[in-house]
């Protein structure tokens, strides 16, 4: 007699941006025996959020937003769905009995509560890549040290974690990560100088939220990416690489010392990789577009240009320097974005900042706490808003 399956609790932190949709969506598709929602955390868009703790049935919902919070308890109001706001209550998501927490606030905001999932056991869907570029291998001992498991989300770094078998990483060579190059591909320095926020927002080929897309299109995304894969996979600086393709359909791949490369491919859509991060080791059947490879009329490669792109330098000297370098880039990099967004400084200015700052912040020792990671990242934003002015 086959057995009744249990579904699995999920935590969404972040269910109202991009990932946090597509995760919802996933969850939907995969239905209530898979999966039964616990908690739903999100920030300023508190119609959205109330609909789905509604529409899914969640049994708590947060916003980041203190000022907010009655806004969110109105909405709420005699559906039995418990309500909290602020740091607190992202925590008190982070802590509830989920097995699975999917991290996807964006930014060092998510740091703390994904922490807290981890420290408590939950395996953690990690789509928030700032966790691993700013606590490093702090964070990967946090989660070894809880017994849950670490599962990447990061479209690159889930296509390794689907070709890189645990057997094999002995033989391991490297890993190369395939970037699109953004939506100034092929500007020269001169023409990024005066793009605007709307207009570097565009990513030619994902739907994404804001901030990274405009990562991506000073390939600060990457630089966050190469670090990222560097503490997930336990890798040395050299074994990252980084390729250029345009048509981001191969979605990284693995190289082993016996010259194999294995590539993970598929159409840009990130409910694939959510999809596998949640069902792992199993595989889902989702209603994601399928790879026609008579349509595809090529995949083209090239070289990173770190003189148009500084951000994959700055990734490299973070990774080498080791530390809290990554805290460090990370920090700096957060507020000349948010100056980027704001339109108090230029495009090329967020790399300048950056460099500046780590170049300020190069002797700070290893961090031997978050302590330590959450001071490297206070101290890196107060001096690149100062350079800010
Ligand atoms: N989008 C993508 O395809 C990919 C994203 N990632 C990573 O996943 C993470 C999420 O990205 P994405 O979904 O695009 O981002 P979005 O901006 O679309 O969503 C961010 C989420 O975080 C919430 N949020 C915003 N500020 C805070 C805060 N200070 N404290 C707590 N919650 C907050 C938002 O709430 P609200 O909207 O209600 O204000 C929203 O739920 C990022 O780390 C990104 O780098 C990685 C790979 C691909
Ligand atoms: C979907 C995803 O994982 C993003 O990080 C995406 O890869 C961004 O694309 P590029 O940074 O390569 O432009
Ligand atoms: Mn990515």
Redesign the pocket.
């Known amino acids: 007699m086959a057995s009744a399956q249990h579904s699995r609790s999920i935590t969404v932190l972040g269910s109202t941006g991009s990932i946090g949709v597509s995760t919802l969506d996933v969850v939907k598709h995969l239905g209530r025996e898979t999966f039964e929602v616990a908690a739903l955390t999100g920030s300023g868009n508190i119609a959205l959020l109330a609909e789905q703790a509604r529409g899914f049935d969640a049994k708590l919902a947060v916003t980041a937003d203190e000022s907010r919070y009655n806004d969110l308890k109105d909405a709420l109001a005699g559906t039995g769905i418990q309500v909290a706001a602020g740091r607190s209550g992202l925590i008190e998501a982070a802590e509830m009995d989920a097995g699975l927490v999917m991290a996807a606030i964006v930014g060092t905001a998510g740091l703390a509560p994904t922490l807290a999932a981890a420290r408590r056991g939950a395996d953690i869907a990690l789509a928030n890549k700032e966790c691993l570029v700013s606590a490093g291998d702090l964070f990967v001992e946090a989660v070894k040290h809880g017994g849950g498991k670490l599962l990447p989300v ?3 770094h889930n296509a390794i974690f689907q070709v890189l078998e645990e057997n094999q990483r002995h033989a391991l060579e490297r890993v190369i990560i395939t970037a699109s190059g953004g939506p100034f591909r092929t500007y020269t320095l001169e023409q990024m100088a005066d793009v605007t926020a709307e207009v570097a927002r565009a990513h030619p080929n994902w739907s994404m939220g804001l901030k990274i897309s405009i990562d991506s299109a000073s390939m600060f ?1 990457k630089a966050l ?1 190469m670090i990222e894969a560097k503490h997930l996979f336990g890798l040395t600086p050299e074994q990252v690489e980084v390729i250029v393709h345009p048509q981001s359909i191969i979605h990284s791949m693995v190289g082993y010392t016996d010259g194999s490369v294995l590539a993970q491919l598929g159409c840009p859509d990130m409910r694939t990789a959510i999809g596998y991060a949640m069902q792992y080791p199993k595989r889902a059947s989702l209603p994601v577009e399928r790879l026609d490879f008579t349509k595809l009329s090529r995949l083209d490669f090239e070289a990173p240009d770190e003189t148009r792109f500084p951000a994959l330098r700055l990734a490299r000297l973070a990774m080498t320097r080791g530390g809290v370098q990554g805290a460090v880039l990370n920090g700096a990099k957060e507020v000349a974005l948010e100056a980027f967004i704001d339109g108090h400084t230029g495009f090329l200015t967020m790399a300048e900042i950056t460099e500046k700052v780590m170049t300020e912040l190069s002797t700070l020792p290893a961090a031997s706490s978050m302590d330590d990671v959450f001071a490297a990242d206070t101290e890196a934003r107060r001096l690149a808003a100062q350079h800010i002015g």
């Open positions: 990061d479209s690159e995304n990416e």
